[in-house]
T-cell receptor, first 113, second 111 residues
Framework: GAGVSQSPRYKVAKRGQDVALRCDPISGHVSLFWYQQALGQGPEFLTY????????KSGLPSDRFFAERPEGSVSTLKIQRTQQEDSAVYLCASSLAQGEGYTFGSGTRLTVV | QKEVEQNSGPLSVPEGAIASLNCTYSDRGSQSFFWYRQYSGKSPELIMSIYSNGDKEDGRFTAQLNKASQYVSLLIRDSQPSDSATYLC???????????FGAGTRLAVHP
């Protein structure tokens, strides 16, 4: 596709519910990142994939967060047993090569009630 | 803790003026630096990247990098109301360019 596509655009989850957020990067982009952006803050790194390999998951806040990119294209960020503090915008970004700036998707706004 | 610091603003400038946005970073190993623009409710959009000391110009935008001072800046010439947004500074760390973002500076350009 022309850009990074994320779905759903908005998600409201009851506390304790599991959610799955999808990212479809720009075709051919090897690098894929997930970021979390709280209101009034800059994006914070969650995890990085190079093709299908998850090379860095140091930013995942807890073991309730899990990400995968099984075929090196579409990625899914899963959050189990959601908590109110998980409420944020989840941004996916991709880049063609290491060292380049990223293109961000439109994000998924998660609200946990 | 690797950090990128920005003044939160708001920075208010009149239309047609030069807006100057600044950022400092803590990791001396960072080799790449980026400025993103983020409109309210939208995702960040890459507007400038800079890798070497000095200035880099692209249209009305000039990015400046001083690695010795660990300082990055963005100048916007002939500011327009459509430039009103939050500007995020980011420093790349590690071989795969993980970006560490500042909290952003809110710019308001008034007619």
């Amino acid at each position: 596709g022309a850009g990074v596509s994320q779905s759903p655009r908005y998600k409201v989850a009851k506390r304790g519910q599991d959610v799955a957020l999808r990212c479809d990067p720009i075709s051919g982009h090897v690098s894929l990142f997930w970021y979390q952006q709280a209101l009034g803050q800059g994006p914070e790194f969650l995890t990085y994939f190079q093709n299908e390999a998850q090379l860095d998951k140091s930013g995942l806040p807890s073991d309730r967060f899990f990400a995968e990119r099984p075929e090196g294209s579409v990625s899914t960020l899963k959050i189990q047993r959601t908590q109110q503090e998980d409420s944020a915008v989840y941004l996916c970004a991709s880049s063609l090569a290491q060292g380049e700036g990223y293109t961000f998707g439109s994000g998924t706004r998660l609200t946990v009630v | 803790q690797k950090e990128v610091e920005q003044n939160s603003g708001p920075l208010s400038v009149p239309e047609g003026a030069i807006a100057s946005l600044n950022c400092t970073y803590s990791d001396r190993g960072s080799q790449s630096f980026f400025w993103y623009r983020q409109y309210s409710g939208k995702s960040p959009e890459l507007i400038m990247s800079i890798y070497s000391n000095g200035d880099k110009e692209d249209g009305r935008f000039t990015a400046q990098l001083n690695k010795a001072s660990q300082y990055v800046s963005l100048l916007i010439r002939d500011s327009q109301p459509s430039d009103s947004a939050t500007y995020l500074c980011a420093a790349g760390v590690g071989g795969y360019n993980k970006l560490i973002f500042g909290a952003g500076t809110r710019l308001a350009v008034h007619p």
